[in-house]
């Protein structure tokens, strides 16, 4: 049932479909989450208080703890025979994102990069290989893995960026003809973006569906919008950068895509329709970023106009 309204009754032949209405924010189907800032002692009885209906099944009752500061609190829940302290994990893999305390998701793109590099050496094994079967099965095999999801664990460190082209670079060499060329050579012959082009592309539509509501959240919970009046130059949706004491902090998603946003044409913003923004975003970041290099050789490269 969303907002009053119920779905008609259906066999359920093998679980429960990602991103179905049984999924939401922190519950997904039987997996749910609890989370809380925690500053002092109430703050750890308010999150107490919420997990009382589940106490039924405290074997599966984990913590963690995100933050430079270390949590002094241990937390214990009772199975109705005894008290037992919860473990506290160092990473947690929700649906198929490998959380750590820091943040810096350099464990999930390790496990990312091992995956789409098995695919890789799948595609290898074909006896014959052109680049445009090459392309069909890198897009289809190998770059959904460096991309879920990734304007939740969008990488922080310039390694672990180059350790995810990797995956790229080796995949574009698997054409005979293509594997004595430069490495941005072989991106334009198979009309292939680099993946740091693909992730800032990827947060501009995610912005895009924010700020219009096709996802179920408003766009002030994510983001500090301006003023209407404060707006004297581009368009009406700019979002304010807030100043960050932490490098973590900046590189989160309603920070991180501000600056690029900001800049975006106003006839872009305000396109009518998602493919419409998707082509009209291309053409605006063309005239600032160089796609077959952004990303090679250096985080940032942009093209002079």
Request: charged share 25%.
């Amino acid at each position: 049932m969303v907002n009053g309204k119920s779905s008609s009754w259906t066999n359920v032949l093998s679980g429960i479909p990602q991103g179905s209405v049984l999924a939401c924010v922190m519950v997904f189907a039987d997996d749910t989450k609890v989370f809380t800032h925690v500053q002092d002692e109430d703050d750890c009885k308010e999150i107490w208080m919420s997990l009382v209906i589940g106490q039924t099944g405290v074997s599966k009752f984990v913590t963690m703890h995100y933050g430079n500061q270390q949590d002094p609190h241990t937390y214990s829940m009772s199975d109705g025979n005894s008290k037992r302290n919860l473990d506290v994990f160092q990473e947690e893999k929700y649906l198929g994102v490998k959380f750590d305390p820091t943040l810096t998701f350099s464990k999930h793109v390790a496990m990312v990069v091992k995956k789409a590099n098995s695919m890789v050496g799948i595609i290898r094994t074909f006896d014959f290989i052109d680049e445009d079967m090459l392309r069909t099965l890198y897009k289809t095999m190998v770059r959904p893995h460096l991309e879920y999801a990734n304007c939740i664990w969008s990488p922080l460190h310039h390694k672990d960026n180059q350790l995810m082209e990797k995956v790229q670079r080796r995949a574009s060499k698997l054409a005979p003809q293509l594997k004595d060329k430069s490495y941005e050579e072989r991106l334009r012959e198979l009309r292939l973006p680099t993946l740091a082009y693909r992730h800032l592309r990827g947060g501009m539509i995610q912005t895009y569906k924010i700020m219009h509501g096709i996802f179920d959240v408003t766009k002030e919970a994510l983001f500090e919008m301006t003023s209407h009046t404060s707006v004297t130059r581009g368009h009406s949706l700019k979002i304010i950068q807030q100043h960050s004491r932490l490098r973590l902090r900046e590189h989160s998603f309603s920070n991180r895509v501000g600056n690029t946003w900001n800049d975006l044409p106003n006839e872009t913003v305000n396109a009518p329709t998602m493919n419409c923004f998707k082509t009209a975003v291309d053409k605006a970041l063309a005239k600032k970023f160089n796609r077959f290099t952004f990303g090679v050789g250096c985080l940032w490269q942009q093209v002079s106009n």
